[in-house]
């Protein structure tokens, strides 16, 4: 499995195809038994996350990816706690650009926000180390039809104005084919499909048998 550079690679599977445990893996969470990790010819296998991390990726999970008893500021300040004061302000300045309603709630404690505002702000804390890799672990579950639309624009966004290499995990194929460049089909940890989203819509057998209607 490759992720290009600068591309959006998404992970499409049916529900315990192995899709968080990927990102798990390459994130040093999880624990690898075979195959290598490469991330610009390096080997980053079995790495502590924390290296990973400054290395350049970045990880917004499903779950528990903010601090919903501090405030946005909190949030923010915390995942650039190694920033002095200056370079802080810059790179919040920097990302509040790219998420513009959170400059709204800063006084706010992140638990009062919306699902969409909170997954908007999980990615916003990711893009506060500066990653050129990012992993996205299901950004869209339980949200509305019109906040899925606002945060995969954002994903497209972050691509297209910063660079940024996505690998994509989501359980709704359509809309991951919606806006990668690239996709692999996972099934019980085996990858049956990888290529551009257009070609795999040719693939009715796969469709049919592990993603269903798209």
Excluded: C, W
Excluded at 164 to 171: A, D, F, P
């Amino acid at each position: 499995m490759v992720a290009e550079r600068s591309k959006i690679t998404a992970i499409i599977g049916p529900n315990g195809a192995g899709k968080t445990t990927l990102l798990n893996s390459i994130f040093g969470i999880a624990d690898i038994f075979k195959g290598r990790i490469l991330l610009n010819g390096s080997d980053i296998t079995g790495l502590k996350p924390h290296k990973i991390a400054k290395r350049g990726v970045g990880y917004v999970t499903q779950t528990n990816n903010i601090f919903a008893d501090l405030t946005v500021e909190e949030n923010l300040r915390l995942a650039a706690h190694e920033l002095n004061k200056g370079d802080y302000v810059e790179k919040k300045n920097e990302v509040l650009e790219l998420f513009p309603r959170l400059k709204e709630f800063l006084g706010r404690r992140a638990g009062t926000l919306s699902g969409g505002e909170r997954r908007m702000l999980a990615i916003a804390i990711a893009m506060m180390k500066s990653p050129t890799v990012v992993l996205l672990d299901e950004v869209t579950t339980d949200l509305a039809p019109i906040m899925v639309k606002k945060v995969l624009e954002k994903v497209v966004e972050l691509k297209e104005k910063l660079g940024l290499t996505i690998l994509l995990v989501e359980q709704y194929a359509h809309r991951a084919l919606e806006i990668a460049d690239r996709v692999y089909l996972l099934v019980s940890g085996e990858i049956k499909f990888g290529g551009e989203p257009r070609e795999l819509l040719k693939h009715e057998d796969l469709i049919g048998l592990y993603l269903g209607a798209v």
